[in-house]
């Protein structure tokens, strides 16, 4: 997807704890830190409360972790599976310290799996060895120790890579490509599955199908690499099976159409698999320019709608997505590629559709030399600032992992202390279903000594996680309305209150329907 993103992004344009899992908020009655919520007054009630932007109560904020070329995850190949387990955790820990709630884990970089399969190789990644058992699966582990935490669980697919390392010679035999060959196209030193053949979509779905059906994952991400980007390769020859499935369409408006029917036909599988599982895209950030069509954006960067037969607003309008995520890399000011004109451009196009729209941050950019607005360090803050005054917009997601815990300049911290003040819920997606479970019975607080009062209760059938909130001096319950008051998510059925003060507790389905409020006094 994003490996070597800095110079791809440059190119296109010049082509044209254990157990229960805390994600607290600054201390119940502690001064606001930037971006907190205004204290309310003792007059307000909960049909009263106005929601304060700066405290949303659901917003995705997420970060991809990257397994091809080890960018992310593991570190390097060849790790023992002890290693391998401390170093995900860490990144997780990482995440959940800075109140993010999703990770996007790419699972099939390239035809391969880092995940046991019948249909497809183990990844190289793991082993250094295309194919090799690396002793364990990962995937469930990777899955339980996010949940663990209170993480979302995206499993990321790259749909047409077959071989990053170019052609079948290193593949192990029984490799898809090496077994099909004439699924596949060399381009530009790589090899990709040909999306012109039913049998190659076939297979991408069989593939995601089976991850769904087998793993407890909240979500499949594809990510910007559909048709190949531009590259010194030549053409993409793909002209026997124009010839055989064109049905004289034009050869873009027929690869076009190939992209939007797997898209469709994930979709319906994922759905018809597991009701509650999202599906989503990341597509490159300019859809197409105003210069080359009137509803584009006021850009002059390359076109993912032309060059790499990606049609974003078409998966919106044929709702095939439940949400995109496209990848706003560049800052506020670039000449070709403004981030605050591609961002509401994006707003807009998802504006009454029911398609969530969440925005790919560029975190690994920050400190670079690419342009000098990444050398200040509150860009990506000032970025999310924007992002407030658009309410389509419902979160961010930071590529790549290793960059969000390096924390360059002091970016995330800045994005932290001025954004992810508090915790924050999952946006809620209507047609994945879902139901509040029942009010938390039995709340109780206990006789605290040094650490505060332990609030325990009863699990509530069908929770994974619960919110707790500190009601302020006022007494003021507007809970529903923002997160001003939410103090933290937990995994487990019981959390230590820091001080006295009356809290409330609520219960979270895994896609983050809320129940009502169990209340109890700390004095």
Same mark, same amino acid.
């Given at each position: 997807?994003?490996?070597?993103?800095?110079?791809?992004?440059?190119?296109?344009?010049?082509?044209?704890?254990?157990?229960?899992?805390?994600?607290? $908020?600054?201390?119940?009655?502690?001064?606001?830190?930037?971006?907190?919520?205004?204290?309310?007054?003792?007059?307000?009630?909960?049909?009263?409360?106005?929601?304060?932007?700066?405290?949303?109560?659901?917003?995705?904020?997420?970060?991809?972790?990257?397994?091809?070329?080890?960018?992310?995850?593991?570190?390097?190949?060849?790790?023992?599976?002890?290693?391998?387990?401390?170093?995900?955790?860490?990144?997780?820990? $990482?995440?959940?310290?800075?109140?993010?709630?999703?990770?996007?884990?790419?699972?099939?970089?390239?035809?391969?799996?880092?995940?046991?399969?019948?249909?497809?190789?183990?990844?190289?990644?793991?082993? %250094?060895?295309?194919?090799?058992?690396?002793?364990?699966?990962?995937?469930?582990?990777?899955?339980?120790?996010?949940?663990?935490?209170?993480?979302?669980?995206?499993?990321?697919?790259?749909?047409?890579?077959?071989?990053?390392?170019?052609?079948?010679?290193?593949?192990? #035999?029984?490799?898809?490509?090496?077994?099909?060959?004439?699924?596949?196209?060399?381009?530009?030193?790589?090899?990709?599955?040909?999306?012109?053949?039913?049998?190659?979509?076939?297979?991408?779905?069989?593939?995601?199908?089976?991850?769904?059906?087998?793993? !407890? +994952?909240?979500?499949?991400?594809?990510?910007?690499?559909?048709?190949?980007?531009?590259?010194?390769?030549?053409?993409?020859?793909?002209?026997?099976?124009? *010839?055989?499935?064109?049905?004289?369409?034009?050869?873009?408006?027929?690869?076009?159409?190939?992209?939007?029917?797997?898209? #469709?036909?994930?979709?319906?599988?994922?759905?018809?698999?597991?009701?509650?599982?999202?599906?989503?895209?990341?597509?490159?950030?300019?859809?197409?320019?105003? /210069?080359?069509?009137?509803?584009?954006?006021?850009?002059? $960067?390359?076109?993912?709608?032309?060059? =790499?037969?990606?049609?974003?607003?078409?998966?919106?309008?044929?709702?095939? +997505?439940?949400?995109?995520?496209?990848?706003?890399?560049?800052? =506020?000011?670039?000449?070709?590629?403004?981030?605050?004109?591609?961002?509401?451009?994006?707003?807009?196009?998802?504006?009454?559709?029911?398609?969530?729209?969440?925005?790919?941050?560029?975190?690994?950019?920050? $400190?670079?030399?690419?342009?000098?607005?990444?050398?200040?360090? %509150?860009?990506?803050?000032?970025?999310?600032?924007?992002?407030?005054?658009?309410?389509?917009?419902?979160?961010?997601?930071?590529?790549?992992?290793?960059?969000?815990?390096?924390?360059?300049?002091?970016?995330?911290?800045?994005?932290?202390?001025?954004?992810?003040?508090?915790?924050?819920?999952?946006?809620?997606?209507?047609?994945? %279903?879902?139901?509040?479970?029942?009010?938390? #019975?039995?709340?109780?607080?206990?006789?605290?000594?040094?650490?505060?009062? #332990?609030?325990?209760?009863?699990?509530?059938?069908? /929770?994974? *996680?619960?919110?707790?909130?500190?009601?302020?001096?006022? %007494?003021?319950?507007?809970?529903?309305?923002?997160?001003? !008051?939410?103090?933290?998510?937990?995994?487990?059925?019981?959390?230590?209150?820091?001080?006295?003060?009356?809290?409330?507790?609520?219960?979270?389905?895994?896609?983050?329907?809320?129940?009502?409020? /169990?209340?109890?006094?700390?004095?």
């Amino acid at each position: 997807m994003r490996t070597g993103r800095p110079l791809l992004a440059a190119a296109a344009l010049a082509v044209l704890t254990t157990g229960a899992a805390f994600v607290f $908020g600054p201390g119940p009655g502690e001064p606001p830190a930037a971006g907190s919520a205004k204290k309310k007054t003792a007059a307000a009630s909960a049909t009263s409360c106005k929601a304060d932007a700066r405290y949303p109560k659901r917003e995705l904020r997420g970060v991809w972790i990257a397994t091809v070329k080890n960018i992310d995850w593991p570190s390097r190949t060849g790790l023992t599976p002890e290693r391998q387990r401390a170093e995900y955790t860490r990144i997780l820990d $990482g995440a959940v310290k800075r109140r993010l709630n999703a990770v996007f884990v790419q699972v099939r970089p390239a035809s391969d799996a880092l995940y046991r399969s019948s249909l497809e190789p183990w990844s190289q990644y793991l082993t %250094g060895t295309p194919g090799k058992d690396p002793g364990w699966d990962p995937l469930p582990f990777l899955i339980a120790e996010a949940h663990k935490r209170g993480l979302e669980f995206h499993a990321w697919f790259n749909p047409y890579r077959a071989s990053y390392d170019g052609g079948v010679a290193k593949l192990p #035999a029984g490799h898809p490509a090496r077994r099909h060959p004439g699924w596949t196209v060399a381009y530009d030193g790589r090899l990709y599955f040909n999306p012109g053949l039913p049998q190659v979509r076939e297979h991408v779905v069989k593939v995601v199908t089976d991850v769904v059906k087998r793993y !407890d +994952v909240d979500g499949v991400h594809f990510d910007d690499y559909f048709y190949p980007y531009p590259g010194q390769g030549g053409a993409f020859d793909d002209r026997a099976a124009f *010839a055989k499935y064109g049905k004289g369409q034009s050869l873009a408006d027929w690869r076009r159409q190939n992209v939007n029917t797997l898209v #469709a036909e994930v979709d319906a599988a994922v759905h018809a698999t597991k009701g509650y599982v999202k599906f989503g895209i990341s597509p490159f950030g300019i859809w197409r320019n105003k /210069a080359q069509d009137p509803a584009g954006s006021a850009t002059s $960067g390359m076109s993912a709608y032309d060059s =790499i037969y990606a049609d974003a607003r078409a998966w919106i309008k044929a709702g095939t +997505v439940d949400y995109v995520l496209p990848q706003l890399y560049w800052p =506020i000011g670039f000449k070709a590629a403004d981030y605050k004109v591609l961002m509401p451009w994006w707003a807009r196009q998802v504006k009454g559709t029911g398609v969530d729209l969440y925005i790919g941050q560029a975190v690994y950019q920050v $400190g670079t030399r690419t342009d000098k607005a990444w050398s200040k360090p %509150g860009q990506l803050a000032a970025q999310l600032t924007l992002n407030d005054r658009h309410k389509q917009v419902e979160g961010d997601v930071y590529f790549s992992a290793k960059n969000v815990l390096d924390n360059p300049l002091g970016a995330m911290d800045r994005v932290v202390a001025g954004h992810y003040a508090r915790p924050a819920l999952l946006p809620l997606i209507k047609e994945r %279903g879902g139901d509040a479970p029942a009010t938390p #019975a039995g709340l109780k607080a206990g006789t605290g000594k040094g650490e505060g009062a #332990a609030l325990t209760w009863t699990p509530s059938e069908g /929770a994974r *996680a619960y919110a707790v909130y500190r009601l302020p001096a006022s %007494g003021a319950d507007c809970h529903t309305k923002d997160a001003g !008051d939410l103090v933290a998510l937990v995994t487990a059925p019981s959390f230590t209150a820091p001080k006295p003060g009356t809290y409330l507790v609520t219960a979270l389905d895994r896609l983050q329907h809320e129940s009502d409020a /169990a209340k109890v006094t700390v004095r």
